[in-house]
């Protein structure tokens, strides 16, 4: 069974950072590529990053360049975010996504909150 | 990122049939094809169809997606309580080298 079981959320005050991480299990992590992918309280979908299975390719969001990195440990079957200089409208549920030319599995997430 | 364009809402009596929308472009759904996630509220979203118009495994007969042009399009028959959530397409866009979403529908069943 596909779990993946994001970690890292929390409250965190304008201007500061977070790193996420996302525990894969129950396929070859090497062989997928992943994604970020975020919601606002109350909000759609918001894609933020995917990583290919090696890690060669990453594609970020271009309002989110700079500010917010992804990588991946495939030894450790597990996928990061970093996130700096963190605003109010990166207040969200970030979800960590299995790629298959499509957002094949999700996982439940994990929130961060932004706020003085 | 630019976005997909959806219905913010559809509305549909039980049992009938609700034919949702989503409009892109020749760089993303015109190219690459559209995927469909099901979210249920205080839920995760839920692959209901992948860019090929393919159901994974589990999925409902009842829900089918089809693309022509840069307008995809997913079909639920036979609607059921359990249907009503919000309805989000997404492609690849090869000019953007990203994901889009739409802005979602959110699906009431009367």
């Known amino acids: 069974e596909v779990q993946l079981v994001e970690s890292g959320g929390g409250l965190v005050q304008p201007g500061g950072s977070l790193r996420l991480s996302c525990a894969a299990s129950?396929?070859?992590?090497?062989?997928?590529?992943m994604n970020w992918v975020r919601q606002a309280p109350g909000k759609g979908l918001e894609w933020i990053s995917y990583?290919?299975?090696?890690?060669?390719?990453?594609y970020t969001a271009d309002s989110l360049k700079g500010r917010f990195t992804t990588s991946r440990d495939n030894a450790k079957n597990s996928l990061y975010l970093q996130m700096n200089s963190l605003r109010d409208e990166d207040t969200a549920l970030y979800y960590c996504?299995?790629?298959?030319?499509?957002?094949?599995?999700w996982g439940q997430g994990t929130l961060v909150t932004v706020s003085s | 990122q630019a976005g997909l364009t959806q219905p913010p809402s559809v509305s549909k009596d039980l049992g009938q049939t609700a034919t949702l929308t989503c409009t892109g472009n020749n760089n993303n759904v015109g190219n690459q094809g559209a995927a469909w996630v099901q979210q249920h509220p205080g839920h995760p979203p839920k692959l209901l169809s992948n860019?090929?118009?393919s159901r994974p495994s589990g999925i409902s007969e009842r829900f089918s997606a089809s693309t022509s042009g840069n307008t995809a399009s997913l079909t639920i028959t036979g609607l059921q309580p359990e249907d009503e959530a919000d309805y989000y397409c997404s492609a690849w866009d090869s000019s953007l080298s990203g994901r889009v979403f739409g802005g979602g529908t959110k699906l009431t069943v009367l």
């Open positions: 860019r090929g118009n």
């Open positions: 129950g396929f070859t992590f090497s062989t997928y590529g």
């Open positions: 996504v299995r790629d298959s030319w499509a957002p094949e599995y």
């Open positions: 990583i290919s299975g090696s890690g060669n390719t990453i």
